[in-house]
């Protein structure tokens, strides 16, 4: 192997150069058409769940607490739903809203209900403000920072630490009444895998923003998503906001895309009750009620979280091989030459990358042309725009082993050469 690229003599250095652009080129005549671009289950993952779509057959089987899922009604979603979701958070049933397959539909739909009406402790909805700022920690998930920008919300970035955001910063910022809230992926984040610390979690619930109506985004999108090592409990922020005397702060989301089918899972809002009558009234005008016959298939199908857990220890057993080959790939192949660092998660979907600076653009721009498509650079910071141009998210959870062997090759091979190409500079 290789010593560290920094030390090399420049014949060394060019000599190394050869051999990986070599290798390169023999990687672009393969046809490889790879996709590691976003935390999609894989084949064996839909297959494993698949018989959830057999759990409904009778017309008896259709209801529910006396309720008939077949028809209208139930906008905040179906009593045993809110029951199995207020097991796996550790909430309350009437603190949740259960809605359709995607998380993220419920986290626009805050937002955007905010910039119209407003929230609960709102003085005017957020389009009447001057200005609107929203904490982005980060690398985080490109899909809230776009939600946000969407909105025209000034995006601010704070960085993720060891135990998750940087607190003593979130503290000093919420002193601006201007700053309405933040985003958080409290557990396994994305992309780093990072759980925050009890005391993290703690600060958070006690916050004493200026704003009346901050609202912290907690998206516990992976709340029973371990796929090494046995389950991680986890405080119920709920619990911890109404202790810290900010009972409405808070709105938490998950869903089962991960869990079932992507495409066609159930989700959840969490927050207190009386933020859950607030959104409800809104609500009521947009939707009588989301799909209430796939909600019953989850919940006959999940049961309660010892169910849900034991069925996420068999998706573990499918995906643990897949990181442990990235791994695998990232210590044998980039750690001995000092060009990059990356996180070692027990859960989630990702592995975070960070190449020395200024190499991740060029490094994902070879992966395109030899055929692997990853996560575009830029897209863990808000506005696209990594400051040190280093973040790369590898997701890989998609591909099978076999094809996910190639793609590292490419990876590994891109990066190195990369890393020459700026040396050569």
């Known amino acids: ?180 809230g933040m985003w958080c992926v409290p557990k396994y984040s994305n992309p780093d895998g990072i759980i925050y610390s009890d005391e993290t979690i703690r600060r958070i619930a006690a916050l004493k923003p200026a704003a009346p109506d901050f609202t912290v985004m907690w998206d516990n999108a992976y709340c029973v998503h371990e796929f090494d090592g046995p389950f991680v409990p986890f405080a119920d922020i709920l619990t911890l906001c109404r202790e810290a005397g900010n009972p409405d702060m808070v709105y938490e989301y998950a869903s089962t895309s991960k869990i079932t089918f992507p495409g066609a899972g159930i989700s959840v809002m969490a927050s207190s009750v009386d933020n859950v009558a607030y959104m409800e009234k809104l609500m009521t005008v947009q939707t009588i009620s989301y799909d209430k016959v796939n909600q019953l298939r989850h919940v006959a199908y999940l049961k309660d979280k010892e169910h849900t857990l034991a069925l996420m220890q068999r998706h573990a057993e499918i995906l643990r091989p897949k990181f442990q080959c990235v791994l695998r790939w990232l210590d044998s192949e980039i750690a001995p030459l000092e060009i990059a660092s990356w996180q070692r998660p027990k859960g989630g979907y990702f592995v975070s990358v960070n190449t020395k600076p200024g190499l991740a653009k060029r490094t994902l721009a070879l992966c395109k042309e030899a055929g692997v498509v990853m996560t575009g650079a830029g897209a863990t910071f808000p506005y696209g725009k990594d400051p040190q141009n280093s973040n790369i998210r590898i997701a890989p959870s998609l591909p099978p082993v076999e094809e996910l062997e190639q793609a590292m090759d490419v990876f590994c091979t891109c990066l190195k050469l990369a890393a020459l190409e700026q040396l050569a500079q």
């Open 1 to 180: 192997m290789c010593a560290a690229y920094h030390t090399l003599a420049p014949q060394d250095r060019q000599a190394e150069y050869q051999k990986v652009q070599a290798h390169f080129e023999d990687l672009k005549t393969r046809g490889l058409k790879l996709n590691m671009a976003r935390g999609k289950p894989g084949k064996a993952q839909l297959d494993l769940v698949s018989d959830i779509l057999t759990v409904l057959v009778n017309p008896a089987d259709c209801v529910s607490d006396g309720i008939d899922v077949r028809n209208y009604g139930e906008l905040t979603g179906i009593p045993a739903a809110k029951r199995l979701f207020a097991d796996i958070l550790g909430c309350k049933s009437e603190e949740c809203i259960i809605g359709g397959n995607s998380s993220l539909t419920l986290m626009y739909d805050t937002i955007s209900k905010a910039y119209t009406h407003g929230l609960l402790h709102s003085e005017k909805p957020w389009c009447q403000l001057d200005k609107v700022k929203f904490l982005c920690p980060a690398p985080g998930y490109d899909r809230h920072f776009k939600v946000t920008e969407s909105f025209g919300a000034e995006m601010i970035v704070v960085p993720m630490t060891p135990t998750g955001p940087d607190m003593d910063l979130v503290e000093e910022l919420v002193r601006d009444p201007a700053v309405k």
